[in-house]
């Protein structure tokens, strides 16, 4: 465990990797939101064009699938009728 090493070096070795570790975590999380803090508005606007092409989008698959469901139900008043 220690070989050779003081026990006074080992305890300061230890601390020094774990502090490091934590503070290296909150000193991440705080660059990571504040970056998001920054950018928001232009997130925002990206995330506003992506939902209004999203929304296109579904819009015509919804169109493409009523026009399905009508041809669809044609065909069966056809047949019910024959």
Known sequence: MLRGRSV???IV?????????VSGLI?????????IYALK?????RLKAVEHQF???LENDVKKFNKQLE???HKIDLEKKS
């Open 8 to 10: 006074f070096k080992f």
């Open 71 to 73: 041809k669809s139900r």
């Open 13 to 21: 070795a230890e601390l020094h990797l774990w502090l490091g570790l």
């Open 27 to 35: 000193v991440f999380i705080l660059c990571l939101t504040g970056t």
């Open 41 to 45: 508005p232009q997130i925002e606007d």
């Open 55 to 57: 929304d296109e989008l």
